[in-house]
């Protein structure tokens, strides 16, 4: 199915299999890649995409942040994602964004050249889900989530991402869904991709940002959910409350909510709960576009 694709490879549209770069690129040697990934769904006239200026505007941050630089503008890229969504008679579907050096190099730290960008749009499968909501069990991860000081953790990195595999797998080795990620001081960061909420006594709260990803689905889950009066606060969560939550769910721009069944030894009744419940009925009807109120959240492609 994937070697029918087509990708985006700096102003060209180039079968799946050639999108490929040496092993000595410095970005695969050296880790010097980022990216930023969005939903694509079904419009009654044609794809559209779900928040891709925010989405754009998180891969700009994370360009700067990273101190590197692209000669593309937000114009250009655009219409690149609308080329290659379309080429490949997507529907429902994620596009993502990489940039990369492809250029060779052995002792090489510092790239002093534009970014190479390449740009893939994927369809749902069988293999690869959206919106698949079954109730996990979580655990917290014995790996701390990356300091601040020491990385732009904000930033949509690929070598960041080493951090969430191995909390990733040190879940999956005792037997969870996912693990859950402190701060260095203590505090509950995220998930390997996934953005944590709780739900205590009818209050929902998420980790504020500084320690973790800007994430678009949670940003949108924080402004939405008011609508229909449950108010979202952003506060430092310490792992007792986390233990103690009545609701707990996840989300990423694949699942918009996902409800927690269990977190480490503990088994949570009625899952998922009323909260957890009504904020996946809006997130449901939002990208089903059968909320008005949130249709400018979908650009046409």
Known sequence: MLEDLQVWVNGHLIPWSQATVHMMSHSFSRGSAMFDVFGIHRGKEGPVAFRMDKHLDRFYRSVELLEMRTNYTRDELKQAVAKVVKANKIGRGVVRITGYYSEQTI?????????????????????????????????????????????????????NYLNGMLSRKDAAERGFDLAIMLTTDGYVAEGAIESIFIVKDGVVKTPPLGNIVQSITRLSIIEATPSIGIQVREEQIVPQELLDADEIFTCHTGTKVTPVKQIEDRILRDVPGPVTSKIFRLMEDIINFRNKDFEHWFEPL
């Open 107 to 159: 002792v090489t730290l510092v790239m002093d050249q534009d970014l190479d960008i390449a740009i893939f749009a994927i369809p749902e499968t069988e293999d690869f889900k959206l919106n698949h909501a079954e109730p996990i069990r979580v655990c917290i991860s014995k790996w701390r989530k990356l300091h601040p000081a020491t990385v732009p953790v904000e930033a949509k990195a690929c070598a």
